[in-house]
């Protein structure tokens, strides 16, 4: 893969902090950053602990040699996933080489002009190592809390996201729309570094309308590809392929595609599925719900040794495609954070696997995903995109 | 080829709710057949997804037969549904499986409601409980509703009367929704919008359209 560089514009001498690699797919982690009590101990760990263990865990993930850590974000107990830019600017500064990444940000309920200003910073701290997954979140009561509605949800998100995109693109924006107050002559700032917006990717369950979203400006669509079946996922990833197409990005099966995917593992199958079931049996959103058993049969959950999760993970491309981005759930449900560095560990021991297995038959017209260094050197090299102002202007005279 | 469904939540076995569905089912299989028209009746047990509605309440997704009950459901053009009367409403298990009805599921279908109870006091329940439900969900509800209590099981023949003149009126509207126009347009799914996608530029109008919200 290519990963997040900064090139250098300063002269005629390009750096990159990386270069290709060997592997094409990125491999990652995401978390939704819950604060759960732990079903087997009793135990509930502190916001502290959660929001330090994650820096942890995403330290990890770069050391066992993952390229991408994502971290949700939740404006309500018991989540620790606000301020993600925050998080990730505290773990780019500890980190050389994984991309920082959101799932997701929302950009329903949050200020366009913000994600604006706050990537494209993280992408100027981080020296590109950056790119954000759009989501429009459902957790009703967050909306008014921001002065949103969730029955505009689709609409918020279509029309934030088309403010967005020309804020990164457009160095003087003039907008109007139904969602946010008019902006006249607003130049968004820092502009993104070297002139290259940080690459998109919208997620979205089950909304046709973000498939299509993603289609029509050739970003990416993320199918979150845990809590539903993968018949479900297929039908969206291939409508979002379709549309791709359709509005001239190139072939269907071109189209950057990712997926997410949800392990326990131990080297026994069998002492996985014990050591993991009180967590699943208890977990947020489908605890106390469907058997282990008979969850992992309907989605694409797999607990069990790390040559299960190895054929499971590599037949997702039966039904989704040859795609650029796995990204995994392991620290929920109250998983302490032992066990999932533990889970680091072994994902690690099963890259090299992975990485071939996902390389097998993968046609090489096939991109990888965008990354900052192939973004410039698309958009035909790195240029300083520093919007200068007078002094007067940035003081603002009319007050003296 | 018309498509009726009849959907059961009666819990014992042999259940009088599914006695009352089943007369309801030949009932609307003969009325249609009298317009000229095919039609083929298909029933939906809710007893055994009892599991699967409790895990779609949590999982957000159906799973195994209740998936391909709901697959029947949206596909009907008139649909029979019998519930035992719990606590002077339909059932628990009833309602639950109209709860996880992605929204629009039953916009103008027709639909024959029917209960049964161990007593005609509980009557009502069909215009009390069972109409607004329905009317919530835009189905189009036939003016005769068919209540049991146990002993209309009985030999007078009132019930089977009830039943016909139910399922003629169901036959009506299913018999002839093929050329009758909707009055309004049905909510569009998820299914239909996978099929037919709402182009980008419209998808744009329409979150622009309306009051600024700001």
Not at chain 1, 101 to 106: C, F, N, Y
Not at chain 1, 365 to 389: C, F, I, M, N, R
Request: charged letters at 20%; proline letters at 7%.
């Amino acid at each position: 893969m290519t990963s997040g560089c900064h090139v250098n514009y300063d002269g005629d001498k390009t750096t990159t902090k990386q270069t290709r690699g060997e592997w094409t797919m990125q491999i990652g982690i995401f978390t939704v950053g819950d604060v759960t009590t732990d079903p087997t101990t009793g135990r509930t760990p502190t916001e502290h602990e959660r929001i330090k263990a994650t820096v942890a865990i995403a330290k990890k993930a770069e050391e066992v040699g993952l390229d991408v850590f994502a971290t949700g974000e939740h404006h309500n107990p018991p989540f620790i996933a606000s301020a993600p830019t925050t998080t990730l600017a505290y773990i780019g500064a500890q980190t050389e080489k994984i991309i920082l990444s959101t799932a997701t940000t929302l950009i329903t309920t949050t200020d366009p002009v913000l994600i604006a200003e706050n990537y494209a910073k993280l992408q100027h701290l981080t020296d590109g190592r950056v790119d954000l997954m759009m989501g429009r979140g459902n957790t009703g009561p967050v909306y008014p809390w921001f002065g949103k509605d969730i029955r505009q949800g689709i609409n918020l998100a279509i029309e934030n996201y088309a403010l967005l995109h020309r804020l990164w693109r457009e160095d003087v924006v003039d907008w109007e729309g139904r969602f946010r107050t008019p902006l006249h002559g607003f130049t968004s700032t820092p502009r993104p570094l070297d002139g290259a917006p940080p690459f998109v990717w919208h997620g979205s369950i089950r909304s046709p309308e973000i498939a299509e979203q993603a289609a029509y400006y050739g970003d990416g669509f993320f199918h979150n590809h845990i809590f539903w079946p993968p018949s479900h996922t297929a039908q969206m990833v291939n409508l979002y392929r379709e549309r791709y197409e359709h509005y001239g990005h190139g072939p269907a099966d071109t189209a950057i595609v990712g997926l997410g995917g949800h392990v326990f593992m131990r080297k026994n199958s069998q002492d996985a599925i014990n050591e993991f079931r009180p967590y699943f049996d208890n977990a947020p959103v489908y605890g106390h719900g469907p058997s282990l058993e008979d969850f992992m049969e309907s989605t694409p959950l797999t607990v069990g040794s790390p040559q299960q999760v190895l054929e499971r993970t590599l037949s997702f491309r039966d039904y989704a495609g040859h795609y650029q981005r796995q990204l995994f759930l392991l620290d929920h449900a109250g998983l302490p954070l032992k066990t999932v560095l533990e889970q680091l560990d072994l994902l690690g021991e099963l890259l090299p696997e992975l990485r071939k297995g996902f390389d097998e038959g993968r046609p090489a017209h096939v991109p990888e995903a965008p990354t900052h260094g192939s973004l410039v050197v698309a958009a035909g090299g790195a240029k300083d995109a520093t919007v200068y102002a007078e002094a007067d202007a940035v003081t603002g005279s009319s007050d003296r | 080829m018309k498509k009726i469904v009849v959907i059961t939540a009666g819990l014992s076995v042999p259940s009088s709710t599914r006695l009352l569905a089943d007369l309801l089912g030949e009932a609307a299989e003969r009325a249609v057949e009298a317009r000229g028209a095919e039609v083929e009746v298909e029933t939906i047990e809710l007893r055994p997804l009892a599991h699967q509605l409790a895990d779609h309440l949590l999982t957000g997704f159906p799973s195994g037969g209740l998936a391909t009950a709901i697959d029947q459901v949206r596909h009907a053009d008139g649909l029979v549904v019998v519930t035992p009367v719990f606590a002077a409403s339909y059932s628990g298990l009833f309602k639950t499986f109209f709860d996880v009805l992605e929204e629009g599921t039953l916009d103008g279908t027709p639909v024959l409601v029917a209960a049964t109870a161990g007593t005609a006091r509980h009557s009502l329940v069909l215009d009390h409980a069972l109409r607004p439900l329905f009317s919530y969900l835009h189905a189009v509800v036939v003016p005769t509703g068919v209540f049991a209590a146990t002993d209309d099981f009985g030999a007078d023949g009132a019930l089977q009367k009830r039943v016909d003149r139910a399922a003629a009126e169901l036959a009506a509207l299913v018999a002839g929704s093929s050329t009758a126009t909707p009055a309004a347009p049905a909510r569009t799914l998820v299914a239909d919008e996978l099929a037919s996608p709402t182009p980008f530029e419209e998808l744009l109008k329409r979150a622009s359209e309306g009051p600024p919200q700001y």
